[in-house]
């Protein structure tokens, strides 16, 4: 079920729509691999009928269950839009399609909610990634490459012998 105003009741007041959005209504599911939706958006919003437009403001939450691009661990984050504003014209060139006597804003949060996701989710700032198998053999005094001149192999070394 999207989510309708039906400018009808917005002749004489205001209207405020409260409720939640599912993953599917919002078709938001695949976007991206290293972010799921497990549970619905809930969204807190008033609708105001101006001349030849509507205006819609309100608050986006949408939980998030993300898997950090550095160390692939999950974890949970909530992605808020606080003070979000839409615009929508009546009429003009850029009109908002009416169903009836009904505008879908479904298609607008969407699209903010979408922009407002994480580039490259991280679990937190200084998540240093995955552990290489060098570090976890090294003695507290080593460093990582300290140990590549004496056994020779090194990444470098092994370039030096290609005859190109």
Not at 22 to 28: G, K, R, T, Y
Not at 31 to 46: C, Q
Not at 74 to 90: A, G, I, N, S
Request: glycine share 4%; net charge negative.
């Amino acid at each position: 079920m999207s989510l309708l105003v039906n400018l009808r009741h917005l002749e004489d007041k205001n209207l405020r729509l409260q409720g939640e959005l599912s993953a599917e209504e919002l078709d938001i599911e695949t976007l991206d691999e290293l972010i799921k939706v497990p549970v619905p958006l809930s969204y807190d919003v008033e609708v105001q009928k101006l001349e030849h437009a509507l205006l819609v403001r309100g608050n986006l939450t949408l939980p998030l269950r993300c898997e950090c691009v550095r160390c692939l661990k999950p974890f949970p984050k909530t992605l808020q839009v606080p003070e979000w504003t839409c615009h929508l014209p009546l009429e003009g060139e850029e009109k908002v399609e009416l169903e009836g006597d009904c505008v879908d804003l479904t298609p607008y949060i969407r699209e903010d909610i979408v922009l407002a996701f994480p580039q490259h989710p991280l679990c937190r700032p200084d998540c240093s990634g995955l552990a290489s198998p060098e570090l976890k053999t090294l003695k507290p005094d080593e460093t990582p490459g300290s140990n590549e001149h004496a056994s020779g192999a090194s990444a470098w070394a092994a370039l030096d012998k290609l005859k190109l």
